[in-house]
Every structure is written in structure tokens, then in C-alpha cells.
T-cell receptor, first 109, second 114 residues
Framework: SAVISQKPSRDICQRGTSLTIQCQVDSQVTMMFWYRQQPGQSLTLIATANQGSEATYESGFVIDKFPISRPNLTFSTLTVSNMSPEDSSIYLC??????FGSGTRLTVV | QQQVKQSPQSLIVQKGGISIINCAYENTAFDYFPWYQQFPGKGPALLIAIRPDVSEKKEGRFTISFNKSAKQFSLHIMDSQPGDSATYFCAASRRGSTLGRLYFGRGTQLTVWP
């Protein structure tokens, strides 16, 4: 199975700032999925990113808040912009679906 | 709308017992049903998965039972161990342009007492 590297593993950020999460995979994948897991909750899909096209966002998530880059088939970033305490969650990438990075635990203070 | 419904929300089992977690779905287009195990501070790890052309799949102490007509599937953990204590998520996926996109249940927190 693919080796997935997600960075940072955790961060504590001030409200109003932005954090960019990186996801690197050791093989090429067409689709990159980004999920959010709020404390004690299940996983919710934020958006799906295909290289060379705009990401597709799920209801309740917008590009201005969660911009995604997909410069090639092995790398993607998710930015959480203008953060508030409600953004405190674990953010997970899923290259190709079915497997997940180790997650980024974000706390906004 | 929750596309995959999971129960129970929490489960306490004695060591050596059988843990059973149930899930139900509505969308008949789903054709892949994985289970994930998540430990605190970690991402979900794929545990076992089944496709609807079989009624049961077993891997070690973990078994998925699948009932296509009832649109239900369940995870059975035999001889449950304290190390199995984790949160378990069922999920469903379908082919096509959204291949790989998962719909998750709400999760079951399993505690196995020694």
C-alpha cells in the first residue's frame, strides 16, 4: 500500500491565521480526498482534488476557507484560512481513497 | 442526511467475548464496504472490506457479514482483546467518477475489559 506523509502532525494556531497542511504520497494517484474529523465525530469529506482541475467542494465547505492545491499526482495541500476555534479538528488526506494519512490535529485558540 | 447508519455508539465487551457492530445503508449504488479502526491520535486504518457479491469475509479474528437484501453489514470481532479497544467506523463507497469517496458511519467506541 502507498506510503502517505502528512505534515504537520499537530499545530496550535491563533484565530484569524491560516495553516497549510501537506500530503505527500509515494505513488501517483488521480484523486486526492481531504476529510475533517471534529472532536469525537466521524469523518466528513471537505473536497476532492484532481490534478489539473479545480477541487470539488462538499456542501458546507468553500474554496475561500479551504483552498486546495494539487500541483502533481503525488502531492497536495489543504489550507485552513482565517481560523476560528470551530476549525479545531483533525484533518486527513486520503490519496486515491480508502487509505489515510496520519492526520493533522489542529487546535485554534 | 446520514448515508450510512452505525450502531451502537459505544460497546463494552469482556476479554474473549464477541464484539458486534452494525451498519445499514440506503443507496444501492454502493458496492464497497470497508471497516476502519482508529486509535486516539491516529488516522483511520483500513481493517477489512467486502464487496456485495459475497455474504461474508473473514480475516483472522475479524469477520464482515453482509446482507444485500436488507442493506446491512456488520463487523464481528471474535475473542476480543484489550488491544482492540478503539473507535470503529463503517463506510461505503461506489464506483464511477467518485471512486474512492467514502461515506462514513458515526463510529463505535469499543472498550474491551481485561
Amino acid at each position: 500500500s502507498a506510503v502517505i506523509s502528512q505534515k504537520p502532525s499537530r499545530d496550535i494556531c491563533q484565530r484569524g491565521t491560516s495553516l497549510t497542511i501537506q500530503c505527500q504520497v509515494d505513488s501517483q494517484v488521480t484523486m486526492m480526498f481531504w476529510y475533517r474529523q471534529q472532536p469525537g465525530q466521524s469523518l466528513t469529506l471537505i473536497a476532492t482534488a484532481n490534478q489539473g482541475s479545480e477541487a470539488t467542494y462538499e456542501s458546507g465547505f468553500v474554496i475561500d476557507k479551504f483552498p486546495i492545491s494539487r500541483p502533481n499526482l503525488t502531492f497536495s495541500t489543504l489550507t485552513v484560512s482565517n481560523m476560528s476555534p470551530e476549525d479545531s479538528s483533525i484533518y486527513l488526506c486520503s490519496p486515491g481513497g480508502y487509505t489515510f494519512g496520519s492526520g493533522t490535529r489542529l487546535t485554534v485558540v | 442526511q446520514q448515508q450510512v447508519k452505525q450502531s451502537p455508539q459505544s460497546l463494552i465487551v469482556q476479554k474473549g467475548g464477541i464484539s458486534i457492530i452494525n451498519c445499514a445503508y440506503e443507496n444501492t449504488a454502493f458496492d464497497y464496504f470497508p471497516w476502519y479502526q482508529q486509535f486516539p491520535g491516529k488516522g483511520p486504518a483500513l481493517l477489512i472490506a467486502i464487496r456485495p457479491d459475497v455474504s461474508e469475509k473473514k480475516e483472522g479474528r475479524f469477520t464482515i457479514s453482509f446482507n444485500k437484501s436488507a442493506k446491512q453489514f456488520s463487523l464481528h470481532i471474535m475473542d476480543s482483546q484489550p488491544g482492540d479497544s478503539a473507535t470503529y467506523f463503517c463506510a461505503a463507497s461506489r464506483r464511477g467518477s467518485t471512486l474512492g469517496r467514502l461515506y462514513f458511519g458515526r463510529g463505535t467506541q469499543l472498550t474491551v475489559w481485561p
